[in-house]
């Protein structure tokens, strides 16, 4: 979820709202598949089901969104979408309507829209699990997991993105690269920190979408 957020707003500035939004969806998935590889086992089916299965139907809708729209107006929804999902993240929101089987439902589905239409598909996972009380040893495995299905989906409904293969080379090294120092710093990070970096560096991603969308109009 960090990444998209982080990488989704300076993806779409760089490259376009397509395109930006399809190579966060492969890079993302990329993440998640490697991430899960270490703690697969405590994914907990029951609960990722519903999640799942509501991301898969709303991935489509995602994906008309962003076809229709003219790109000022495409990147003005996809700046206000990781806005109001930052704040949101940053306030925990406490919903009761994000619990049991229903709250995973409406996770999932608001989850896979905002993946395909916007690349960032964690945050109302993330609320979820919040309101579900897990764990943080829990959400990491099953968010992962949660990543792989819905960018699976986002991909195969929105295409690979349309580049280069020195520009792949590039992409595929600055993420090893960032995986790697990630890695190392990790340990020297408080979490807070790292956390309230993450969501800053989003926030101001968001909101500089969003002016861009507004003076495109």
């Given at each position: ?133 897990w764990t943080v040893r829990e959400f990491v495995p099953n968010a992962q997991f ?72």
């Open positions: 979820m960090g990444f998209a957020l982080v990488c989704v707003p300076a993806l779409v500035l760089l490259l376009g709202p397509a395109e930006g939004v399809v190579l966060a969806n492969c890079a993302a998935g990329a993440i998640s598949l490697v991430g899960l590889s270490g703690g697969w086992r405590r994914v907990r089916p029951g609960a990722m089901v519903p999640l799942c299965v509501a991301a898969a139907c709303t991935v489509p809708a995602g994906v008309w969104l962003t076809r229709r729209l003219p790109e000022p107006d495409l990147m003005l929804v996809m700046g206000t979408l990781v806005t109001v999902a930052v704040l949101l993240v940053l306030r925990g929101a406490r919903v009761p309507a994000l619990r049991g089987t229903k709250g995973a439902l409406a996770a999932g589905a608001v989850g896979g829209f905002m993946n395909s239409a916007a690349g960032v598909g964690g945050p109302p996972i993330s609320l979820y699990a919040v309101n579900a009380e949660y990543g792989v299905v819905v960018n699976a989906f986002s991909l195969t409904a929105n295409g690979l993105p349309h580049l280069t293969a020195p520009r792949w080379t590039w992409i595929a090294t600055a993420l090893t690269a960032g995986a790697l120092t990630g890695h190392a710093l990790s340990p020297r990070i408080p979490e807070k920190r790292a956390r309230a970096l993450v969501l800053t560096l989003a926030l101001a991603g968001g909101i500089t979408a969003v002016g861009k969308g507004i003076w495109g109009l």
